[in-house]
């Protein structure tokens, strides 16, 4: 039910304004502003432009869901080291014979890893762009309270390994971030419009309610 419901969500179209379907008044030269309207000052701009924008939207629907599909992959498996070492720490004549048990002796150890992973990740980006990294301002607030967010989530979907096991928590718990992100691409963002991408997200949203519930009942 889920693979459907994925299938589904891959037919709904998104509308998003880029730089080059922006309004008039928006492209208007600032004639005001002299510093804003100088060669280099478009050069900037220009090099702003991401690789993916030179490729037809047909090509970065099908990139977008790939990183997207990648990206699931990854993120479905950081918990196999943890479970791994529970699974072998019940064992005998293992190394990691007599590890805890408890989920959230592990949050430390995980959270150490990711922390430690994008900062490495962030340090060859700016080495890449030559001490030059292109950092927003506006989303740097936004990016700790998403992180705090996260790692309370992260927490309590620890617990629910626990109590649940991971086969049954996983798949509940990766259906509750993709309704949330289609409601706010719905009323934020206005990213989804159209009578037929509202018909083929409810449809979606029945498929994963449905899942969710089915394998919730299925640990009664």
Not at 88 to 95: I, W
Request: hydrophobic content about 45%; aromatic content about 14%.
């Amino acid at each position: 039910d889920f693979f459907r419901s994925t299938i589904l969500f891959l037919f709904v179209k998104t509308d998003i304004q880029t730089s080059s379907s922006s309004s008039s008044s928006e492209c208007t030269p600032l004639v005001r502003e002299h510093s804003i309207n100088t060669s280099e000052h478009r050069n900037e701009n220009r090099n702003d432009v991401s690789w993916v924008d030179n490729f037809s939207p047909l090509g970065r629907r099908i990139i977008g869901c790939s990183l997207a599909v990648i990206a699931g992959i990854l993120y479905g498996s950081s918990f196999v080291p943890v479970l791994y070492i529970k699974d072998h720490g019940r064992r005998n004549g293992t190394t990691y014979t007599g590890a805890s048990q408890f989920d959230l002796d592990y949050v430390f150890a995980h959270f150490s890893g990711i922390f430690l992973t994008s900062t490495t990740y962030f340090l060859i980006y700016c080495a890449v762009m030559k001490n030059r990294p292109k950092v927003y301002p506006e989303a740097i607030i936004p990016g700790f309270v998403s992180g705090l967010l996260w790692a309370i989530a992260n927490c309590c979907w620890f617990l629910a390994n626990r109590y649940l096991s991971a086969v049954v928590s996983f798949p509940i718990i990766t259906a509750g971030p993709g309704f949330v992100a289609a409601m706010w691409g719905v009323l934020v963002f206005k990213e989804i419009k159209g009578l037929k991408n509202y018909i083929l997200l409810l449809i979606a949203f029945c498929i994963i309610l449905a899942a969710s519930l089915s394998t919730a009942f299925s640990k009664v």
